[in-house]
């Protein structure tokens, strides 16, 4: 699983955490609280009927409310509606109060109105919270008002109960917000530093894996040149310019596999297929089909058996790459002396065939992709 994926996954868990938090809240105060305080005043309560509506109409709005944003459903046009909705029950059960009661002990609405808004708008900014408990507030001013009780008493009253219950209701939304944000930023931070390991590791592995391959070739390539140098090895010979020949084209695909190329491999093949024309061969190369991303193992492995029949060739060669769903194939036929002998390398994830009749020496190397149905 890649670093963004599991950075998503944290955040999406975490968030909805808090959601849960605030439905169990909103649940337990409605479907708790708010069914005690009716059922207490409910000889009070007229129309009745009004203040039963108004209750069930704030249920179904829990009710769906709470399932959108647990499945992160929520859009901004349905929070925003349904929290008009719940204001607007919270209007009418206000109005089944009795003259004055609207902050008394049988008000129930107003704190309900605010916990919902909590619910429905915790993903929207703050500024939409801010205005459905002002909005929810004046409406309990206006009740007051209209109702003459709007005393100094009363205005204090009203002012202590906003600064509690409103001030309670946008600090949880603000510091949902808060663990939120510092929870995406814990997982960003820890996705990057992971990222940073993985890269360093896979650059550690592939500067190891290099050095191992330069060393090697280095042993091949340095008793070649020395040999040349001190004039133990004739440039004349045949067998010597094969061997020159093989050493120069390992060196140049090495060099191509460090390229950022959409086809590596063939690029690599035409990597050996330029040290042969550089000897004067013909050389034609033909691809089919889209090739599959390969490992540079895989890649090396087919490549190797083009690399040295190419070394061998002697006036013309032509390198054929196939790729299908199934499997990816090289092969290569070239004109080569009746006594040339070429030997396989030792490949482990990719099977060969190699045949040689008269002056056409026919190597192919193939690499299943997945098994055939």
Known sequence: MSTGVVEGVVATRFAKAVSIGVVAIVGVWHLGLD????????????PQVAAAGAWLALVVIQTAGSVLLLRSALSAHTARMLA???????????????????????SWAWNTVGWFGVLLLLQRP?????????????????????????????????????????????????LARQLNSGAREATE??????EHLARATADETVHTERRRRYEHLRGRVEPLLRGLTERRLDPGDAVVRQRA???????????????????????????????????GVRVTLLSYGDLP????????????????????????????LLATPEEVAVSVVADAPPETVVEPPSLLAVSFLCDQEGDQLWWETRYPVRPAR
């Open 293 to 320: 991303a390969l490992p540079t193992s895989v890649r090396r492995e087919l490549a190797e058996g083009a690399l040295l029949v190419l070394a061998a060739a002697a006036t013309e060669a032509r390198v054929t």
């Open 189 to 194: 931070a820890a996705a990057a530093h992971a």
């Open 84 to 106: 008009g909705a719940a204001l607007i029950s919270g209007v009418v059960a206000t109005a089944t109060y009795p003259p004055g009661a609207a902050i008394g002990d049988v």
């Open 126 to 174: 703050l500024w939409e919270l801010i205005t459905l408990l002002g909005a929810n507030t004046a409406v309990t001013a206006g009740f007051l008002a209209a109702d003459g009780a709007l005393d100094h008493v009363t205005v204090s009253r009203l002012l202590a109960a906003t600064y509690t219950t409103a001030g309670i209701q946008l600090t949880f939304a603000y």
């Open 245 to 279: 020949a093989v050493e120069a084209a390992r060196l140049r695909r090495l060099f191509a596999e460090t390229d950022d190329t959409p086809h590596p491999l063939l690029h690599e093949l035409r990597a050996c297929a330029d040290i042969a024309e550089r000897r």
């Open 35 to 46: 069914t005690l305080l009716v059922l207490r005043g409910w000889p009070m309560y007229e």
